[in-house]
């Protein structure tokens, strides 16, 4: 009976994340996918998003729509370049530490766990903040600026 009884709380917390994940996943695909056309921006990759499939946003983001301009190197800009570990988070911590000073909005996504594929509703809601911030014309001169000369929004 304890066991049952363990187990079903169980199931019940997993099921509300498995709801949590999907609500955040319907909301990257409605604010992203009219802006980023390749990649697609899917479902079964916003799961669990691969490091190259977020850089191939990211940089689909620079290109179609100018945010972040600036804050990458062309060599960090073709994903077979960004390869070990360390990369991919300095990488992404970038993206974040831009995004947290366009929007005023902190980012719980943390590029370390994104690198080992866990946080994929905070991942979610990291890349429904940059759509919203290019929805709403906001310009990331300033935070790139910012970001490239040291300053970052702490978290890693």
């Not at 609500?23 to 669990?48: H, Y």
């Not at 919203?132 to 978290?155: F, N, R, W």
Request: proline share 3%; net charge positive; aromatic share 8%.
């Amino acid at each position: 009976f304890f066991f049952f009884f363990f187990n079903s709380n169980k199931q019940s917390s997993i099921m509300s994340e498995d709801k949590a994940l999907g609500d955040a996943i319907a909301k990257t695909i409605e604010l992203m996918g009219s802006l980023v056309k390749k990649p697609k921006i899917s479902e079964k990759l916003l799961k669990r998003p691969p490091f190259k499939y977020l850089h191939n946003i990211i940089t689909a983001v620079i290109t179609n729509h100018g945010f972040m301009k600036g804050l990458y190197t062309d060599e960090e800009m073709i994903a077979e370049n960004v390869k070990d570990k360390a990369a991919k988070i300095e990488f992404l911590s970038k993206a974040i530490s831009v995004t947290t000073l366009v929007t005023g909005k902190k980012v719980r996504a943390k590029p370390t766990k994104i690198v080992a594929g866990k946080e994929a509703e905070n991942t979610n809601k990291f890349l429904q903040l940059i759509a919203i911030a290019i929805k709403k014309k906001k310009s990331s001169d300033e935070a790139v600026e910012k970001v490239l000369a040291g300053e970052t929004s702490s978290s890693t």
